[in-house]
């Protein structure tokens, strides 16, 4: 995934009102710019610290910059739009980067599923085989050496869970996809000192059928993409 143009830097000042950052520019001078992170963004907060903003040509936009990428005191870089996600694996998918997943004639996203009304965020099938439902989350949560998702209660999360179980108990193949955006991270398991219900629900799911990848994602101010798999420990 390129970002074309190139990504424009700032110093962060604060992040508030959830969507809300300021950052001051090169110049002195200080801009709004929407963040596009749900999530509390534990340990993703670095005032004082470079980050990179992405511009919109829309002008019905109150806030035309997103925020795209952090840097962190230690020199690690996160992705802090989680709205990429699923386009980093659509295209890692494509690109056969994630093997898991290969061999599929068609991929469609955002298709209604499940009992709970919930939408998948990618949907594989082909003739010879079962149809794949996948799940993406975004992983940018690093305590000590390991990756931990959510870094929130997430109850939208654990109805993803369940609605993956469903589909597994029903013959089909559920996964779920951390896509890692966070350069330091190289193992991920789930936050239960964060979010217990989720984390017990995630083991529920591992031994229901569900299949749990990880994946890497490179970052630059001037492209994202999923490169490597990582460890999964459930």
Known sequence: MDFSPPLQQGTLLRRYKRFLADVQLDDGSEIT????????MKNCLFPGETVWFST?????????????????????????????????AEEAINNGVITELGGYTSLKREVKYGDENSRIDILLS???KPLCYVEIKSCTLLEQT??????SVTTRGQKHLRELMHMASLGHRAVLLFVVQHSGINLVQAAAHIDPQYAQLLKQSV????????YQTELSALSSKITRRCKVIV
Request: proline share 9%; charged share 20%; with cysteine.
């Open 33 to 40: 710019i929407h963040c596009p992170n749900t999530g509390s």
């Open 56 to 88: 919109s040509d829309n002008p019905k936009r109150k806030y035309p910059n997103t925020w795209e990428l952090s840097a962190t005191p230690e020199n690690h870089l996160i992705g802090i739009n989680t709205g990429r996600a699923n386009a980093l």
């Open 126 to 128: 082909d003739e010879t």
């Open 146 to 151: 390991a990756g931990y998702f959510p870094d």
């Open 207 to 214: 031994n229901s059928g569900v299949e749990v990848l990880a």
